[in-house]
């Protein structure tokens, strides 16, 4: 079963414009990370943020964390065609179950 | 210093026979864990293997095995393939369960 739901499933944004994907999940969570998947190719990791964190930045990349509301939101900033890919959240749960569980991610397209 | 690596790329294969692909994990990780990735999905998590025994394992059949050998390097194995198991296989390497995996290129099973 899926733990993190993307919104939206798909962005479409000009270049230069900022894109903004949100993470909702159900569980508590150790931490909670963002890859980024170039067409169906492996993933790539972003940025993990932990439970104990609200914000993180990485180059033109901002992660915020809400575990009162079980959500995350990653911004990019200043897109470029280059960004264009498939975004994934995925979190560790809090507990005897330890599972990474990903989301479904939100296809973004960079127009030219 | 070379990242995962996964073998082979794509393969091909009727329903009823059996599959191994295999896995290199990043130099010095120690942990390795297997996804399946149907397309426009997210990776669903198969199992983890760290000194060489099965940690973790999300609802897979049993028809869904794997090894980890001495080296850390893995191998995933899927026998009675049926035409659902058509999908990306991700292999991830990491220090430790929950922290940055790092992941190969996937291999892209067809079963016709």
């Known amino acids: 079963s899926q733990q993190g739901e993307e919104d939206p499933q798909a962005l479409s944004i000009q270049e230069g414009e900022n894109a903004t994907m949100n993470c909702s999940y159900k569980?508590?969570?150790?931490?909670l990370q963002w890859y980024r998947q170039n067409s169906g190719r492996g993933l790539v990791h972003l940025i993990l943020?932990?439970?104990?964190?609200r914000e993180k930045h990485s180059g033109r990349l901002r992660v915020t964390l809400d575990t009162s509301k079980k959500s995350s939101s990653l911004l990019i900033t200043a897109s470029r065609a280059a960004d264009t890919a498939s975004y994934f959240c995925?979190?560790?749960?809090?507990?005897?179950?330890?599972?990474?569980?990903f989301g479904k991610g939100t296809r973004l397209h960079i127009l030219p | 210093d070379a990242g995962v690596t996964q073998s082979p790329t794509h393969l091909i294969k009727t329903r009823g026979q059996q599959v191994t692909l295999r896995c290199s994990p990043k130099?010095?990780?120690?942990?390795v864990s297997w996804y399946q990735q149907a397309l426009g999905q997210g990776p669903q998590f198969i199992f983890q293997?760290?000194?060489?025994?099965?940690?973790q394992r999300g609802n897979f059949p049993d028809r869904f095995s794997g090894h980890q050998f001495p080296n850390y390097s893995s191998e995933l194995n899927v026998n009675a393939l049926l035409l659902g198991d058509s999908a990306l296989y991700l292999c991830?390497?990491?220090?430790?369960?929950?922290?940055?995996?790092?992941f190969g290129p996937g291999t892209r099973l067809l079963v016709l």
């Open positions: 991830a390497s990491s220090l430790q369960f929950g922290e940055t995996q790092y």
């Open positions: 569980t508590s969570i150790n931490n």
């Open positions: 293997y760290y000194e060489e025994e099965e940690r």
């Open positions: 130099s010095g990780h120690d942990t």
């Open positions: 943020i932990r439970s104990n964190e």
């Open positions: 995925a979190t560790d749960e809090k507990g005897g179950d330890d599972k990474i569980i």
